[in-house]
């Protein structure tokens, strides 16, 4: 199946034809370089890696245009750290691909999203916050690091 896409933006016009993936990326290189200022190109780059990150953790994660991006696998049987850094993986990204106001998320979402005990994911989140994977926001909320990212794309990559 094949995409296309039409963009014009003032005397610029560029068209766009092929696979998905493809087109996709012709697209992201076209705004980068023609409207540096416009908020997705700037959004995407400003985050290392996001096309990484998304392909690595294919296996535990699904997207949804209504949705965004959705855990798709038992956070439970995955070590707690890995499992708390996935979780805070797609409430960022999902925050860059315009689906959620914020990236950040409470201990006690994160608890119930893992299935474990609060204390139990209130311990993780000190230790990640002290390796600096993840950083304390407002009043007890969290949010993935870049640092966090790359360890995750790591993890995943041994998986």
Not at 43 to 68: F, M, N, P, T
Not at 109 to 131: F, H, I, M, N
């Amino acid at each position: 199946m094949q995409l296309k896409i039409s963009i014009t933006y003032g005397d610029l016009r560029a068209d766009f034809e092929g696979d998905p993936a493809d087109v996709y990326q012709s697209v992201i290189k076209f705004l980068e370089k023609n409207i540096p200022t416009y908020s997705l190109a700037s959004r995407l780059r400003s985050s290392a890696g996001v096309e990484e990150v998304l392909d690595k953790i294919k296996d535990w994660v699904s997207y949804d245009s209504s949705h965004g991006i959705y855990l798709r696998t038992d956070l439970s049987r995955l070590p707690t750290a890995e499992a708390l850094l996935l979780y805070a993986s797609t409430r960022y990204l999902n925050k860059l691909l315009g689906h959620s106001e914020s990236g950040e998320f409470l201990a006690s979402e994160a608890a119930s999203a893992l299935g474990k005990p609060e204390k139990t994911v209130s311990g993780r989140l000190s230790e990640l916050v002290q390796k600096s994977l993840l950083k304390r926001v407002g009043r007890g909320g969290y949010i993935i690091t870049p640092y966090g990212l790359d360890y995750l794309v790591e993890f995943s990559s041994k998986r």
